[in-house]
């Protein structure tokens, strides 16, 4: 079983509003992604948690506030969004935040549009 | 800096062959990923190489030079439902810590016509 679940899949959001996203893996990876996507373009990496840390946050505003409460876990808390922040948001883990070879799988995204 | 180019489209008729080329530049090199996104969906894995030569899992293959910095991935006996984009993605040493994470490409559009 290599899933990655998120929630929700889609999402339309005010620029006022506090939302979540939600992922969740059961396949013991300690290590847990969030990437950005936009229409056409390649994910983005935005953030990292190692072994329930967080080890890199590749300069994103902090609109954008993750939370990864366990293991299995991963959060995106969304607060005063903009427009241009509509996006696909990917989560994803891999196994071994440590090892080169480790396989990132990714869930089926949660679509965004900021209103 | 970092750098992986692929095509950004192409087209291939049913039941052919095709060969998708990514070339990369990276500061450091931990093994290369190919993923397969069909619109609207979430990127599947189909292959990662590390080691030079050919990896091959059913219709697809997957091949690295890293002398060159240069992989492709082969699909063959190609199926309507193959028409998706086709992600090159590296993994780079010190690229968002430990063993690095994925620079992906900016994916090749595959259409497939009977």
């Known amino acids: 079983d290599t899933e990655v679940t998120q929630t929700p899949k889609h999402l339309v959001m005010g620029m006022t509003n506090k939302k979540s996203l939600k992922c969740e893996q059961h396949?013991?990876?300690?290590?847990m992604y969030w990437y950005k996507q936009k229409a056409k373009k390649p994910p983005e990496l935005m953030f990292v948690?190692?072994?329930?840390?967080?080890?890199i946050n590749e300069s994103v505003p902090s609109r954008f506030s993750p939370e990864c409460p366990n293991s299995s876990l991963l959060n995106l808390h969304l607060h005063a969004l903009q427009p241009e922040d509509s996006a696909l948001y990917l989560c994803?883990?891999?196994?071994?935040?440590?090892?080169?070879?480790?396989?990132?799988?990714f869930g089926e995204g949660s679509w965004l549009t900021v209103v | 800096g970092q750098n992986i180019d692929q095509p950004t489209e192409m087209t291939a008729t049913e039941g052919a062959i095709v060969q998708i080329n990514c070339t990369y530049q990276?500061?450091?090199?931990?093994?290369l990923f190919w993923y397969q996104q069909h619109a609207g969906e979430a990127p599947t894995f189909l292959s990662y190489?590390?080691?030079?030569g050919l990896e091959e899992k059913g219709r697809f293959s997957s091949f690295l030079s890293r002398s060159k910095g240069y992989s492709y991935l082969l699909l063959k006996e190609l199926q309507m439902k193959d028409s998706a984009s086709y992600l090159c993605?590296?993994?780079?040493?010190?690229?968002?810590?430990?063993?690095?994470?994925?620079?992906f490409g900016k994916g090749t559009k595959l259409s497939v016509k009977p």
């Open positions: 948690y190692s072994y329930e840390k967080l080890s």
């Open positions: 994803a883990s891999s196994q071994d935040p440590q090892a080169s070879g480790n396989t990132i799988y």
């Open positions: 990276t500061s450091g090199f931990n093994g």
């Open positions: 396949m013991g990876h300690r290590a």
């Open positions: 993605a590296v993994r780079a040493p010190n690229y968002g810590g430990s063993q690095g994470n994925l620079i």
């Open positions: 190489n590390v080691l030079d």
